[in-house]
């Protein structure tokens, strides 16, 4: 079974500093896919950010970076220079392929308050 | 366009009752997905339709949940003889449908249901 770990659950910076969210995942699968999903006060989970299990390049998007290690089976998540507007709370999420479609595991999420 | 919308947005039912609550896909999309998020936990997978079939429902905690999506588009979520422990938000997501990676999942803004 597949399983996703976020040991993080809050995190308060000052704005404008880097801040990094923690992922663990577990699967048994050699083909999957990782996410990063936001969830603004208002309830509405946004995608951001998604990994194949192939590719373990790291990119940096905007002030959105991370960071996949298969070896250590870690997806960290970094926003640059946070802002207030990025007050939320983030799930990573784990997907498989399961009879044809792609089964999503989040993980508990991080609750990251940005003060200004 | 318009994107995943459900309705209620918020619903309070005594413990026993019926309950109905709705999901709108975005235009197009196959898949439709339910999840149940309960307070500081992350969303929880319960059904999953491709077209109007049920391909996955095996997240669904007990028969008094039910999902249909007669057209393959609209779809209901029931539940039966209400407990205090469904008191969750429940989330709909749609998607292109399929295994393919790039069908990521878009959710609406939840229905709040609370059980007293």
């Known amino acids: 079974a597949q399983k996703v770990t976020q040991a993080q659950t809050e995190i308060s910076v000052v704005e404008k500093e880097d801040v990094t969210l923690d992922c663990v995942y577990e699967?048994?699968?050699?083909?999957?896919?990782l996410f990063w999903y936001k969830q603004p006060p208002s309830g509405e989970l946004v995608f951001l950010i998604r990994?194949?299990?192939?590719?373990?390049q790291n990119e940096i998007s905007g002030r959105y970076s991370w960071n996949f290690q298969k070896s250590t089976s870690s997806f960290n998540f970094t926003i640059t220079a946070s802002q207030v507007v990025d007050s939320a709370v983030y799930f990573c999420a784990l997907s498989e392929r399961a009879g044809g479609y792609q089964k999503v595991t989040f993980g508990t999420g991080t609750k990251l308050q940005v003060i200004p | 366009g318009a994107g995943v919308s459900q309705t209620p947005s918020n619903k309070v039912t005594e413990k026993g009752k019926y309950v109905e609550l709705r999901c709108d896909p975005i235009?197009?999309?196959?898949?439709l997905y339910w999840y149940r998020q309960s307070l500081g936990q992350g969303p929880e997978f319960l059904i999953y339709f491709q077209g109007t079939g049920a391909a996955d429902d095996s997240g669904l905690p007990n028969d008094r949940f039910f999902a249909v999506r007669p057209e393959g588009s609209v779809s209901t979520l029931k539940i039966q003889r209400t407990e205090r422990g469904d008191s969750a938000v429940y989330l709909c997501a749609s998607s292109q449908g399929g295994a393919a990676p790039t069908y990521e999942q878009y959710f609406g803004p939840g229905t709040r249901l609370t059980v007293t």
């Open positions: 235009s197009g999309h196959t898949a």
């Open positions: 990994r194949n299990s192939f590719d373990e």
């Open positions: 699967t048994r699968d050699t083909t999957y896919y």
